[in-house]
């Protein structure tokens, strides 16, 4: 079965060091969906993609986050420098073609932890 | 905006009792409504759905129904096992964004 491929699972990084992460979505899927979630909270977009144009980034931090998706497939989230607020989970999910009035199911990756001390 | 409550955990159970979770919802038209499961570690997985009004989504024994008028999307289970133990959220899509409840961490005892 396709599952949406992470990594790392886990990383722990000093605050105002450089931190990325990797996800790699499904097969053909042309959504592809950054995710932070706060211990004991739900999960808030970061960013959408579709292929590899920025569809949402409302809720990103850009002054230190940034994200890419440069050949529509696999995408890379980095931030640069690390903040102690910034330790959550960061899970990264894809669905087939977003389109208005059609919602897709999103199917998630296992997550990467980060811890900033 | 579009929000999403559920009720507050932590909820611990016996194996084999009945399961509530409450969920209702704030959006603006006629969302889709979802409910995703987490087990420790992993990432979240679709456990059931429901795209109308009065529309009822199940899977592995769960169920929720649509409910229009009340603005709710109650999870329910008959019968829980010990398996089940996880956290639980509640979602909504309004406009094309998945907006999550705050999770309902759910454990049973054998």
């Known amino acids: 079965e396709a599952e949406v491929a992470q990594s790392p699972r886990y990383k722990i990084t000093e605050k105002s060091q450089a931190v990325a992460f990797w996800c790699d979505p499904i097969?053909?899927?042309?959504?592809l969906y950054w995710y932070r979630q706060i211990l004991g909270q739900g999960p808030e977009l970061l960013v959408q993609f579709q292929d590899e144009s920025v569809v949402d980034d409302s809720q990103l931090p850009k002054d230190r986050f940034s994200a890419e998706r440069l050949k529509g497939v696999d995408s890379t989230l980095k931030i640069q420098p690390a903040e102690l607020g910034d330790s959550a989970m960061y899970l990264c999910?894809?669905?087939?073609?977003?389109?208005?009035?059609?919602?897709?199911?999103?199917?998630f990756g296992p997550g990467t932890r980060l811890t900033v001390t | 905006g579009d929000s999403v409550t559920q009720m507050e955990g932590p909820v611990t159970l016996s194996e084999e009792a009945f399961l509530t979770i409450n969920c209702t919802y704030t959006?603006?038209?006629?969302?889709?409504l979802f409910w995703y499961v987490q087990y420790p570690g992993e990432g979240l997985q679709l456990l059931l759905k429901a795209t109308k009004a009065d529309d009822k989504g199940s899977n592995k024994g769960f169920e929720a129904t649509y409910r229009k008028e009340t603005t709710s999307f109650h999870l329910e289970k008959g019968s829980v096992q010990v398996s089940d133990s996880a956290v639980y959220f509640c979602a909504l899509i309004g406009a094309q964004k998945l907006v999550f409840g705050q999770g309902t961490r759910l454990t049973i005892n054998p």
């Open positions: 097969s053909g899927h042309a959504t």
């Open positions: 999910a894809s669905s087939l073609l977003a389109g208005q009035g059609v919602p897709h199911e999103q199917y």
């Open positions: 959006a603006t038209g006629y969302p889709s």
